[in-house]
């Protein structure tokens, strides 16, 4: 009798432990009384298992593109937003097993358009690296208030590369915070994101929607760089020209290990110098298997500055980064 009672409930407890979370949560803002934060988490997703032996892992890397991802809301402004990686429990999932290279949601709604070259239909105005940074749109000078509003039109794709370094198959979620409030009040200012690369001039590259979902390869547009055997090299971004009016609200960089800084110039004038940060093995650093070379000693990039702003920016102001980095100094 005690036995055949302990048996639904041995069956619940388990059914407990392996619950998964929501795949929508609602946080309260920290910054702000009208804001919510809304944790929309896209999966699961089977990460392949990484190759060679348990002593010398070598990462695999799987890409992910989810078409019609889920909106945190409609007809309401992002203030900020970051992303990661998790587990169905909802723990992060993060150095020394899962090294996310880049998390990203593009806007492909018919009345998108893209912050760094003004096209149509394919507006990529988040992406996140290992370092987890939040990119925020909102200004910080009051007086000039923005963010970045979400049209009912508006359809999101989630566009992710996230590296195993585990001989074992893994499910995980990619989430993001959308930090946001309702509508898009009188007077705000539509934020556009602009990305800059050390690789090809910003707008010579097609990105579309058919790009990253045709080939299991897909690429995100942004710029990716073989760089030169050398230990320590600078490389200089081809100039970018603004097709906007209006107020800088944040500037930041992403690198990987080997990276020093970034220094961004607004018509040859330093504007920004985003430093890179490295720590230890913890935290929200980068796997050895996903950046360049495999050391079990050394710190990894763990973050990047950035620098807040209201320099105001130009139709036809020219911008170009300087990239710094030094394998000897940051082996990776
Ligand atoms: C959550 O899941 C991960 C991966 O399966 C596991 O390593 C971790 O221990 C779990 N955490 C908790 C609190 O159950």
Redesign the pocket.
């Given at each position: 009798m005690k036995a055949t009672a302990l048996l639904p409930f041995a069956t619940l407890a388990t059914a407990a432990?392996i619950a998964l979370v929501p795949d929508v949560q609602t946080f309260p803002s920290p910054s702000r009384k009208d804001a919510v934060i809304t944790r929309v988490r896209y999966g699961p997703h089977t990460l392949k298992q990484a190759v060679g032996t348990p002593s010398d892992p070598k990462g695999t890397k799987t890409t992910i593109v989810t078409t019609n991802a889920q909106k945190p809301c409609s007809d309401c402004t992002l203030l900020s937003m970051n992303g990661g990686v998790q587990?169905?429990?909802?723990?992060e999932?993060s150095n020394p097993s899962v090294y996310l290279h880049h998390g990203a949601i593009i806007n492909v709604g018919p009345d998108a358009r893209d912050g760094t070259c003004d096209r149509p239909a394919y507006d990529l105005f988040f992406s996140t690296g290992n370092e987890r940074s939040t990119i925020i749109y909102t200004n910080a000078d009051a007086a000039k208030p923005a963010g970045y509003y979400i049209q009912i039109s508006d359809k999101f794709v989630l566009q992710s590369e996230i590296i195993n370094s585990d001989l074992e198959e893994?499910?995980v979620w990619v989430y993001m915070n959308y930090e946001h409030i309702p509508g898009k009040p009188v007077g705000h200012q539509q934020t556009k994101v602009a990305w800059l690369s050390a690789d090809t001039p910003a707008c010579q590259r097609k990105t579309d929607l058919e790009t990253i979902t045709a080939s299991g390869d897909a690429k995100l547009g942004a710029g990716e760089y073989y760089p030169p055997n050398e230990k320590s090299f600078t490389l200089t971004g081809k100039p970018w020209t603004s097709p906007w009016n209006g107020n800088f609200v944040a500037l930041g960089g992403h690198m990987h290990d080997g990276g020093v800084n970034i220094e961004i110039y607004q018509n040859n004038k330093l504007l920004c110098d985003s430093q890179a940060k490295y720590a230890d093995g913890a935290g929200h650093d980068m796997s050895g298997s996903g950046g360049h070379g495999n050391s079990a000693v050394s710190k990894h990039l763990a973050s990047m500055s950035g620098c807040r702003n209201t320099n105001t920016v130009k139709k036809g102001d020219q911008f170009h980064i300087v990239v710094n980095y030094d394998f000897e100094k940051h082996p990776g």
């Open positions: 432990v587990y169905a429990n909802g723990s999932a893994k499910q």
